[in-house]
């Protein structure tokens, strides 16, 4: 729970309890300490009173008419001492707490608090034998208790104060050590999400600044680490598309050369023996096998190098690709929305999109099950976008890329763009975005 608690609470939540704990220990030591001081200080006037009752009886002992003595007494008390004479029958004496006269607006609750014991007194007064009266001690602490309040207000204030401007200098800097590190959980959940450019505020207390300083550093080292990577990346599809080429070339000029040669001669051996029997039906067999063998060249070729993108451009070479794909796959409703402005795009930017399409529409065909597709590429600002989408089946859950999608994944990386597969309204998404003007200007392949 403590864990759960923001810092600001765990630092102003112990604040406040310590305040609390300092009013609850004023009381106790307000009722420790204030109850014997009134207890001293009515002392004297106790000893007073039995002293007054003392000698008052030792009068009326010794006077003829004691009741005229005890009338002059009476009359001599003043009405607010806190000394008073009480007949018998008047009533009970009242307490220190009930004989308060004013208490200048002392709360209840306070007065309670203070225990007010053995602060009055009563001592008796006889007359022939016959108890007549008390003369009774009953102080009035109204001024004592307000004095006492206000100390206790002046205590409480003073702490109020002081736990104030306690809590102002931990909140300031509080503040001040949490937005440098706001801004450094800010600053590293960027620098997971790939963005290193965005520098960390350097701020607050000496061991924030050198966290700060060093997520920079880190910052720094993972671009150059993801540049480095890039370049990797870009080198190595270069290579393998020369690779591609040299292999589609060496195909291109010696298997195709090839294959027509064996099909002329095995066209011209039909028409040197027209009556053979046995060897026509061969002749027939071997032209079937010469064109399968050249359809397969073709297809081969087609996939290792894509030789409508220099001659037809990539919107030209994209609606070709279509175009075989549905006289391959005609169960399959193809639809197709391509941007003319495809064919300004050149270089790997073009082989990438080229490749995207195609390895995604490989898998619809092979794989997805689907009754209908559609492609889309578009320029859109400074990005271009493809997306391939299928009714099909979908794709394993614990197989997002297979070995062609991820190699896909890795050109569209080395070009700075991102690609991605889902799946959602029953329907299977290969989304690549490239960016246009952060692509490099690197030897295309060719």
């Not at 004496?93 to 009563?122: C, M, Y």
């Not at 029997?277 to 067999?285: A, D, F, K, V, Y």
Request: proline share 5%; with cysteine; charged share 20%.
């Amino acid at each position: 729970m403590w864990q759960r608690l923001s810092f600001r609470t765990q630092l102003f939540l112990p604040l406040g309890l310590s305040f609390v704990a300092a009013l609850v220990l004023s009381g106790v030591l307000l009722q420790a300490f204030a109850t014997g001081q009134l207890a001293e200080e009515s002392e004297p006037g106790r000893r007073s009173t039995q002293t007054i009752a003392v000698a008052l009886n030792s009068a009326l002992r010794a006077s003829d008419n004691p009741g005229k003595v005890l009338d002059a007494f009476v009359q001599s008390l003043n009405p607010t001492s806190d000394i008073q004479f009480r007949p018998v029958g008047a009533g009970p004496v009242l307490s220190a707490k009930e004989g308060l006269r004013d208490t200048h607006g002392v709360p209840q609750w306070f007065v309670d608090l203070i225990a007010l014991q053995n602060v009055d007194a009563a001592s008796p007064v006889m007359i022939e034998g016959r108890h007549v009266g008390d003369i009774v001690f009953m102080p009035d602490l109204s001024a004592d208790l307000f004095e006492k309040w206000i100390g206790f207000l002046a205590l409480a204030g003073l702490a109020a104060v002081l736990m104030l401007l306690t809590g102002l200098i931990a909140y300031f800097f509080a503040g001040a050590a949490l937005r440098p590190l706001q801004n450094l959980g800010a600053g590293l959940t960027r620098i997971r999400g790939g963005d290193y450019a965005t520098p960390i505020p350097v701020a607050g207390p000496p061991e924030i600044r050198q966290s700060c300083e060093e997520a920079n550093t880190l910052a720094a080292t993972l671009a150059q680490l993801s540049r480095d990577n890039r370049d990797l990346l870009h080198r190595l599809v270069s290579l393998q598309d020369d690779e591609r080429r040299d292999l589609a070339r060496e195909l291109h000029d010696e298997l195709g050369p090839l294959l027509f040669s064996i099909r002329a001669g095995a066209i011209a051996l039909g028409e040197a023996s027209p009556q053979a029997g046995h060897l026509g039906n061969s002749m027939q067999e071997v032209m079937r096998s010469v064109e399968t063998l050249q359809q397969t060249n073709r297809r081969i070729l087609d996939r290792l190098r894509p030789l409508y993108i220099e001659e037809l451009g990539l919107e030209g070479s994209v609606q070709t690709l279509l175009r075989n794909f549905r006289n391959q796959a005609p169960h399959i409703g193809l639809t197709a929305t391509i941007d003319p402005g495809l064919d300004g795009v050149k270089g790997p930017l073009a082989q990438t999109v080229y490749r995207v399409i195609q390895e995604a529409l490989t898998n619809v065909l092979r794989h997805a099950g689907a009754r209908n597709a559609h492609v889309e590429a578009a320029i859109s600002g400074d990005a271009l976008s493809v997306e391939v989408s299928d009714d099909g089946g979908g794709f394993p859950a614990d197989n997002v890329f297979g070995r062609g999608l991820t190699g896909m994944h890795e050109r569209v990386r080395a070009l700075s763009g991102s690609l991605s597969l889902l799946r959602a309204d029953e329907r299977t998404y290969v989304r690549c975005r490239l960016p246009m003007e952060r692509v490099r200007n690197g030897p295309a392949s060719s």
